[in-house]
């Protein structure tokens, strides 16, 4: 299989996620059925964290600790008592609060006071010689920006030179949603227990959690039996959508695609867009733009069917095709505000995408036969707001999408969430920064639409395309790097991931 180089090891994660609000029951409820205490918990989170951290830095002998007033402080004072016993030069600097530290976090300091340790407060001058630094300053109970001193030895942390190890979060991400409002810990590595949270897969996750791990600290039989209300996805994912295909199918039975878009100056949009509807197993497509694209179109891509886009092409269209994309290349005058009136009114599934989504800001409608596929921009002009709100609660910004235009919302980003009106929601746990580049957009489009085509659901359309156009960018950035990477250049590798019978034989 090639080499995906992900930021994090896809078997090592659970495909639940669980909101932030719903950390604490699941601890008390796991714990009770489980006959333990919340410190023995708390234990095994200490024990975890530093089984880890062996396994990661087994030579580092000297480990600064940081830790919080709060129960990850307590998981750090654990870690800290298990680093002394086992030999190692152990350094604690811990934050005092105004209240009284949680009990199984206070369990856990006294445990390390009586164990010979000291407690150095913040203004403690770091020794010479640190290898490794643990962050257990913050939880996941955070939703505003850290103060001091939290945030000066968050800066502390990240200006030097040794490893920063995260427990259950970086200090300052905001784990219910990902955004971070003030100083964050940059870890290399972060271990996060019991659940995933959504602000470790989405938002600003990615340019702090570094290598993400898990542990369900031996929850795992009781975990299994709940339901969770999110889901992570990754390409090991695919082949619960994807199965292989009979023999006997022909063209008909994958789906004709109708795609409208590539207004004059914009054939390469509806291009990549026709293309990546092919790609991904499309039987027909069919391409309605302006007449100044039809012969480029035809020359780079023989496969397409390519006409002019005219009242009557579209009406034809719409009877002829399974499923409509719109968007790419539409442009905002007119012509593309003329076919966008045609297509509205079609009951059959369909996606609207780029130009469509800035004139649907303008007349909003309610859809359930829809997926929108905005970024954060346009999302942001659909719910009438600025970008920096859209970013700022992206799993808020998604359900409001969906609560005012229906059908299946697709927020794309890192972290790209897909939520349905019917309450669906997951992360495409997938993708790098070598998507941030033009056309990238227009190539999921005709992913989707194209597995719209071949019978899958809205919803299991938008995720299953959201998954492989990602887990594509990732093989070719194992091979060339992420820096000029093309939306073109997925498609020598979607090839892998739409037909995952063939990915499961590499493995």
């Given at each position: ?5 992900k930021?994090?090891?896809p ?23 489980l ?27 000297h480990?600064?600790?940081l ?9 750090g ?18 934050c005092e ?24 407060d913040?203004?403690y ?21 850290p ?70 600290l ?19 994912s695919?082949s ?22 590539g ?11 026709g293309?990546?509807a ?25 496969e397409?069917m390519?006409?002019e ?20 290349g ?22 609207w ?8 800001a ?15 921009g ?5 719910l009438n707001?600025?970008t920096?709100e859209?970013e ?24 790209t ?29 005709g ?11 809205l919803?299991d359309?938008?995720?299953?395309g ?23 250049d ?5 090839y ?6 063939i ?5």
């Amino acid at each position: 299989m090639t080499n995906l180089n992900k930021q994090s090891n896809p078997t090592s994660l659970p495909y639940s996620v669980w909101p932030v609000e719903a950390m604490a029951r699941l601890e008390r409820e796991a714990a009770d059925a489980l006959g333990i205490t919340l410190f023995e918990l708390m234990q095994r989170a200490g024990d975890a964290a530093f089984a880890q951290l062996r396994a990661l830095w087994p030579d580092a002998q000297h480990w600064l600790i940081l830790c919080g007033h709060g129960n990850n402080g307590g998981d750090g004072f654990i870690v800290a008592r298990l680093a002394q016993s086992a030999g190692l030069t152990v350094t604690v600097i811990a934050c005092e609060g105004s209240k009284p530290l949680p009990e199984e976090a206070d369990q856990a300091r006294d445990a390390w006071l009586a164990a010979g340790g000291v407690i150095h407060d913040p203004s403690y001058v770091w020794p010479d010689g640190i290898e490794v630094i643990v962050d257990a300053l913050l939880g996941t109970g955070l939703n505003r920006a850290p103060n001091a001193p939290y945030a000066d030895l968050i800066e502390q942390a990240n200006g030097h030179a040794a490893p920063v190890f995260a427990v259950d979060i970086p200090s300052g991400l905001v784990a219910a949603n990902g955004t971070a409002p003030g100083a964050v810990i940059a870890a290399s590595h972060t271990l996060t227990f019991i659940a995933l949270k959504p602000g470790l897969l989405t938002g600003k996750a990615r340019d702090y959690t570094g290598q993400l791990h898990f542990h369900a600290l031996s929850l795992d039989a009781w975990l299994s039996q709940q339901q969770a209300p999110m889901a992570r996805f990754d390409a090991s994912s695919l082949s619960g959508w994807l199965k292989p295909r009979k023999p006997t199918s022909h063209k008909g039975d994958h789906g004709s695609l109708a795609i409208i878009g590539g207004d004059h100056g914009t054939a390469g949009a509806i291009r990549m867009t026709g293309e990546a509807a092919l790609r991904a197993g499309a039987g027909l497509v069919r391409v309605l733009t302006h007449k100044d694209n039809i012969t480029p179109l035809l020359t780079a891509r023989p496969e397409l069917m390519v006409q002019e886009l005219s009242d009557n092409a579209v009406d034809q269209a719409l009877e002829w095709a399974d499923v409509i994309v719109i968007g790419p290349g539409l442009g905002q005058g007119e012509w593309g505000k003329k076919a966008l009136q045609k297509v509205e009114n079609s009951q059959k599934p369909m996606l609207w995408d780029a130009d469509a989504l800035n004139l649907l800001a303008i007349s909003p409608d309610k859809r359930q036969n829809r997926i929108l596929t905005p970024h954060p921009g346009e999302a942001a002009r659909l719910l009438n707001c600025k970008t920096s709100e859209i970013e700022s609660d992206r799993l808020h910004s998604a359900r409001e999408l969906v609560k005012r235009y229906g059908g299946v919302v697709v927020l794309k980003g890192a972290g790209t969430i897909i939520a349905s009106e019917a309450g669906e929601m997951a992360f495409a746990d997938v993708g790098n920064a070598g998507m941030a580049s033009g056309g990238m957009g227009d190539v999921l489009s005709g992913i989707i639409g194209s597995l719209l085509g071949q019978k899958l659901s809205l919803y299991d359309a938008a995720c299953a395309g959201c998954v492989a156009h990602g887990a594509a960018a990732e093989a070719v950035s194992a091979r060339v790097g992420t820096r000029g990477m093309l939306a073109t250049d997925l498609f020598s590798e979607l090839y892998l991931f739409v037909n995952p019978e063939i990915l499961n034989k590499k493995e």
